[in-house]
Every structure is written in structure tokens, then in C-alpha cells.
């Protein structure tokens, strides 16, 4: 997306993502547009002075099973009285839209050091790890 889109040095990405978080490919497609729609959000809007913008993506599988995915930038924050739960146009609408068609929690964090998207999946609504061929000698 950040070539795609000729970004280059004004967004930097930091990516953290456990090879255990597997989800099924009707999963994959909400959780593309997710991602994408948070990312250009912070693009966008995390520094109005126009200054490169960090990006972390997470995802790690937690012990119950559940997969946590994590979408935050270093930006400014929501606006003062900003309800995550009903303001904002259309992009934020999708997010919580498409975070409910997965079943998933999603729960926005917002300072003056940046946005958090989290978004946690139940484990019944994520693909199996499939274990590791053992190795034959």
C-alpha cells in the first residue's frame, strides 16, 4: 500500500506478526480492508503538520486461542468528544462494521501519542494452527 500509493519516507512501518495467527480466507478479506482503511486514516490524520507517520501492525495468537491484531500510529489522536462507537464518516463505519461481521472486539485507544485499533478474535473464529510436518530421516 505505502508504494503503491507513492508514500515513501512519509510513513514508516514497524510489523510484528506471529507465524500462529491463521485466519480462514473469508476472514482475511474484512481484515485486509480493516487494515487498510485504519492505515490510511493514519496517513491521513495522525500528523496534520504534514511529519512522517510510524505505523506498528501486531498480530500474535494469545493463549485461550483468540488472535489479537493490533493497528496503531504515533499521530495525534481522535479529536476531543470523538466517539469511536458512533462518530465518523464513512471509513470508521466499515471498521465497525467489518470488526462485527468477524466477530471480533475492537477497541480503540486514543492520545496524544498516538491511535491503537485492537481487534480480538475469538479462538471458534480462527483457523486452526496446523502443526508442524515432523521431520523424517
Known amino acids: ?76 489522536g481522535l479529536p476531543d468528544g470523538f466517539d469511536p462507537a458512533k462518530d465518523g464518516g464513512t471509513g470508521f463505519r466499515l471498521i465497525r462494521s467489518l470488526a462485527s461481521t468477524l466477530g471480533a472486539d475492537m477497541k480503540i485507544e486514543s492520545g496524544c501519542l498516538g491511535l491503537s485499533f485492537c481487534l480480538s478474535m475469538p479462538a471458534s473464529m480462527c483457523a486452526p494452527v496446523q502443526p508442524k510436518a515432523a521431520a523424517t530421516h
Open 1 to 76: 500500500m505505502i508504494s503503491s500509493l507513492s508514500l515513501g519516507d512519509s510513513v514508516g512501518l514497524v510489523q510484528r506478526l506471529s507465524t500462529q495467527c491463521h485466519v480462514s480466507p473469508e476472514q482475511a478479506q474484512p481484515l485486509g480492508l480493516i487494515l487498510s482503511e485504519v492505515m490510511m486514516n493514519a496517513v491521513k490524520y495522525a500528523h496534520p503538520t504534514g511529519i512522517p507517520v510510524q505505523i506498528h501492525i501486531n498480530c500474535d495468537r494469545k493463549p485461550d486461542g483468540s488472535v489479537m491484531i493490533e493497528i496503531g500510529d504515533d499521530g495525534v
